[in-house]
């Protein structure tokens, strides 16, 4: 659980909580709650439910992220293709939904050292575009590739990864992989700035 992009924190931010599973619960009549408050009585009067909201929606993250742009809400009204396209948008699913590494991204991120992270840490896929090296796929793995290294040029190289793996237009729904959430600040993208106009305006409706 965690939060999404805000005044705080543009990257969201990812609190490290489970979230309640809440099918599972409702399916036995919310019994662990029940016996959760019933012992709570014993001891208190009154109580204080901080962060109500995530009784109605949470913010939730893939485990394998740090940060929390590739969440999405839940419960939450996801997308179909067909609902997708009715916006004017030609919707490419593996396109959008993976991350987008052209070589101009790459240059444009990390600069004098494109060269290192594209042999480091990329896999060349045909004509300028790029994909991650299975072991740096996900923000979790590019944590620990990076554990332990503090250097300005380090943090700097692994928050250029981060940006990367993030760099997408839309992420599944968590419990039907064949509906879709825009993804929240998809503006900000590589991808949405590689757009066609019309295709950016599509997407914002």
Same mark, same amino acid.
């Given at each position: 659980?965690?939060? +999404?992009?805000? &005044? ?28 959760? #408050? ?6 208190? %009067? ?35 293709? %067909? ?7 030609? #919707?490419? @699913? ?11 991204? !790459?240059?444009? !991120? ?28 996900? @923000?979790?793995?590019? @944590?620990?590739? #990076? ?17 990367? *793996?993030?760099? *997408?237009?839309? !992420? ?9 959430? +825009? ?17 950016? &305006?599509?997407?914002?409706?």
């Amino acid at each position: 659980a965690g939060a +999404p992009p805000d &005044a705080f924190s543009v990257n969201g931010q990812n609190w490290g909580l489970p979230t309640y599973n809440w099918d599972r619960m409702i399916a036995d009549g919310c019994e662990w709650w029940v016996r959760r #408050f019933q012992n709570m009585a014993k001891y208190f %009067d009154a109580y204080r439910i901080d962060h109500v909201l995530g009784f109605f929606r949470i913010w939730a993250i893939p485990t394998d992220c740090v940060g929390g742009l590739l969440g999405q809400f839940q419960p939450a009204l996801a997308m179909s293709r %067909d609902e997708i396209q009715s916006y004017g948008l030609n #919707f490419q @699913e593996h396109l959008f939904t993976t991350p987008f590494i052209a070589h101009w991204v !790459v240059e444009r !991120v990390f600069r004098e050292h494109t060269e290192e992270v594209i042999k480091t840490y990329l896999n060349h896929e045909h004509d300028d575009i790029y994909s991650l090296k299975p072991e740096y796929n996900t @923000e979790r793995k590019i @944590e620990a590739a #990076f554990e332990g290294k503090t250097t300005e040029k380090d943090v700097w190289l692994r928050d250029g990864l981060y940006a990367l *793996v993030d760099d *997408v237009l839309f !992420v599944r729904d968590r419990k039907n992989p064949n509906l879709f959430h +825009p993804r929240i600040t998809a503006q900000l993208n590589f991808m949405y700035e590689a757009l066609w106009d019309g295709d950016k &305006a599509a997407f914002n409706r």
